[in-house]
């Protein structure tokens, strides 16, 4: 996944010279998980830049190069670290375009390592997506693959509205993929492809007796889960990766409740007032009288991140995942 | 204001500074004794790390002057308030040197945290410079209270970016708020230089715009950093505010365990520091002055070798905790019954842990 983002990035800067890279440890580094590596280099400290270590000052000077014109992707080192940021995304960011008619929405990223299961120390390992995709004006979205990672980032960039882009570390690394290099869309004449790639669940696993229902790090778990549901007890489940956290593909979400009549929303954030909330709320609104059994959660506890030593008991499981789809498929 | 306060010399050209009044030989030896047990802390973490018993370390090898230093300074009334950096300053405090080994461990609860107001050390602060308006906040409320204790908060050049920075000199100024904001200027924010965090030539002259002093002292030299640190605590106990020292040092080691200097910067510029690296140079200092010997020196790092072989023995006969530690420190009052229901989902005999 770091290569696609990589990739992306490099794509966006070569195409559009409105793109610039800014954010803590960025620049000569390449960032602390390498996704901006090779890029100063490239593109010259005027387009990739090490900041001060202020992040309410990265996100509230990008909103500014944004309605100057410019397209600042920003780099939060770690999840907990956007929190000093906040105040600038929620009031700021988020609602420039309502307070400018709609004419001047601040056009950033900001891109957010997240999420635990990298041994890493304490407050480097929130999953804070809930708050951003509660905030009105946000767009909020995670990929799951490299493919995606790299597709999602390009768009992200080239929308008018702000995206926090929120990318699971743990995965990072995983599950190497070859995709065509060239970009999906026209960089240059990107206006309306973009929001394409930024509102649509992805079918990651086809079935129809339960949909299983996730995104970010936990999608690999319920692939996995997926197929022990198959060889285990004959049960085919759809995964459906959300891709979108905000606003979440109504219509995927309808359809795979509808044709399964059972689903499951698996996340690692806590449980109350999370994603699966919302989902499983949308779910019972739109398709209740096809349902089998009532929408069910898998998801990490209303506790803080442990410490390392224990994230495993936080993070849904495989086996965690399965006891939640046993318990609808029996109930 | 770019003048920098040093006592110890080199032993050659650069001559010592006149005794610091008010501290005896046996101080001085408390002094060397505090360097050398957090030295043996520090390369005792880095190894275990290497073997991969503690995760992610970031060290202070060569910031030991910077801790012991304002630390003597200090009354046990006084407050501590380290960053991450100075993670293991609660030992020189009386935590048991297991319990900063257990937290580096990935270990939480009751082994790897600790009572801050046993120790009067506040929990490390890991989102930088976001503790400091905490410091301020204690300090005020005891001076409210007419109690006579003040604050001392460590953080790094970085943390000088953070809003969270001005706002609490800002608060400690108005409010007369006995703080010693300890800036420890290592010139390294992981890959960034200091150049890159302020405009302004020093750290020390942002003190100017708060309304309070500001002094900058060598941070390799521990009397330099004791001393200011007493002048700053006396003025701030008799009703006179805050003080902002800036301690000038270099980050002599990586970031933590799993950075890589030579990525982004001379490591031959850190070698011509490292001369300056405060337990070598302490020592050589008080061997002049006659204070210590190689008897001493040696039953100091004995000392320090038994405290921590203890601790990580300690540390290794505590068993992995059961995922109760998840759940039943979360809230100081009773446990809420999201939180019941979650605990409730693991297997009985998983909760209490050893596995
Ligand atoms: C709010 C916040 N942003 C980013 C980080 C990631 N980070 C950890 S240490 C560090 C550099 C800190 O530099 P400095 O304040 O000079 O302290 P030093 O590391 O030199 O002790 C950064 C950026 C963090 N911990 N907190
Ligand atoms: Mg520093």
Redesign the interface.
Same mark, same amino acid.
């Given at each position: 996944m770091v290569e696609g983002l990589n990739l992306a990035l490099d794509q966006a800067m070569a195409a559009d010279d409105r793109v610039l890279v800014m954010g803590? &440890?960025v620049a000569? !580094?390449g960032g #602390?998980f390498r996704v901006t590596a090779g890029l100063l280099d490239k593109y010259g400290d005027d387009r990739v830049i &090490? !900041? *001060? +270590?202020?992040?309410?000052?990265i996100v509230g000077t990008a909103i500014g190069m944004a309605v100057y014109g410019l397209l600042p992707v920003i780099e939060i080192q770690f999840d907990?670290?956007v /929190? *000093?940021g906040f105040e600038q995304i929620v009031v700021h960011a988020a609602r420039y375009a309502w307070r400018t008619r709609g004419e001047v929405p601040a056009s950033i990223v900001v891109r957010i390592p997240f999420g635990g299961g990298v =041994?890493?120390?304490? +407050?480097?390992s929130d999953s804070p997506e809930a708050l951003f995709a509660h905030v009105p004006g946000l767009k909020v979205v995670c990929p799951s693959t490299p493919e995606d990672a790299r597709d999602m980032l390009l768009a992200a960039i080239e929308h008018p509205d702000p995206v926090i882009f929120m990318e699971p570390k743990r995965i990072y690394r995983a599950g190497r993929q070859d995709f065509p290099e060239e970009p999906p869309f026209d960089i240059s004449s990107a206006d309306g492809v973009t929001t394409d790639y930024l509102s649509k669940a992805r079918i990651a696993r086809s079935g129809h007796d339960l949909a299983l229902i996730s995104y970010g790090a936990t999608v690999p778990a319920c692939m996995e889960a997926a197929e022990r549901l198959s060889s285990e007890r004959g049960v085919d489940a759809r995964v459906v990766d959300l891709r979108s956290l905000y606003p979440l593909d109504v219509d995927t979400l309808v359809d795979a409740a509808t044709a399964c009549g059972r689903a499951v929303v698996v996340h690692e954030a806590p =449980? !109350?007032a999370g994603l699966g909330a919302e989902v499983s709320s949308l779910i019972h609104e739109r398709a209740m009288l096809d349902l089998e059994a009532p929408v069910g959660r898998v998801t990490g506890? &209303? #506790? *803080?991140f *442990?410490?390392?030593?224990?994230?495993d &008991? /936080?993070i849904p499981s495989v086996d965690r995942i399965l006891a939640g789809c046993n318990k609808v498929l029996d109930w | 204001m770019t003048d920098i306060l040093a006592i110890i010399g080199d032993g050659d050209e650069i001559p010592d500074g006149p005794r610091p009044q008010g501290l005896s030989d046996k101080a001085l030896l408390r002094i060397f004794s505090w360097l050398v047990l957090l030295r043996t802390f520090d390369e005792r973490a880095v190894a275990l790390q290497r073997q991969g018993r503690i995760g992610t370390y970031p060290m202070f090898w060569g910031e030991e002057a910077t801790q012991a230093g304002p630390l003597f300074a200090c009354d046990e009334s006084d407050w501590l308030w380290p960053s991450y950096r100075q993670s293991a300053i609660g030992i020189l405090r009386g935590l048991p040197a297991s319990t900063p080994l257990l937290y580096r461990r990935g270990i939480g609860g009751a082994h790897g945290f600790w009572n801050p107001r046993t120790y009067r050390v506040a929990p490390i602060c890991i989102p930088i410079g976001t503790h400091l308006p905490h410091a301020v906040g204690l300090a005020w409320a005891a001076r409210m209270r007419g109690e006579s204790l003040a604050s001392l908060v460590w953080f790094g050049d970085g943390a000088t970016s953070e809003g969270d920075f001005h706002e609490a000199m800002n608060f400690a100024a108005v409010f007369k708020a006995p703080v010693i904001f300890f800036c420890v200027n290592n010139q390294w924010a992981i890959s960034t230089p200091v150049s890159r965090q302020t405009a302004t030539e020093t750290i020390a002259e942002k003190a100017v715009a708060y309304g309070m002093p500001a002094v900058r002292v060598d941070g390799f030299d521990p009397l330099a950093c004791w001393s200011a640190t007493r002048q700053a605590l006396d003025r701030a106990r008799t009703g006179g505010g805050p003080f902002l020292i800036e301690a000038y040092c270099y980050r002599l080691a990586p970031h933590g365990t799993a950075d890589d200097p030579s990525r982004y910067r001379d490591e031959a510029e850190a070698r011509r520091w490292r001369a300056l690296e405060p337990v070598g140079r302490t020592a050589a200092y008080l061997r002049r002055l006659g204070v210590l010997d190689d008897e001493r020196e040696e039953a100091a790092r004995l000392e320090a070798s038994e405290i921590m072989a203890r601790a990580v023995e300690d540390m290794e006969a505590v068993e992995r905790p059961g995922p109760a530690i998840l759940f039943e420190p979360v809230y100081g009052s009773a446990m809420p019954w999201t939180l019941s229901e979650g605990l409730s989902s693991f297997p009985a005999e998983w909760v209490a842990g050893g596995a």
């Open positions: 803590e &440890d000569r !580094t #602390v &090490d !900041t *001060p +270590l202020a992040e309410a000052g907990t670290f /929190y *000093p =041994r890493a120390p304490e +407050l480097h =449980r !109350t506890f &209303d #506790v *803080p *442990p410490q390392f030593i224990n994230e &008991d /936080y | -």
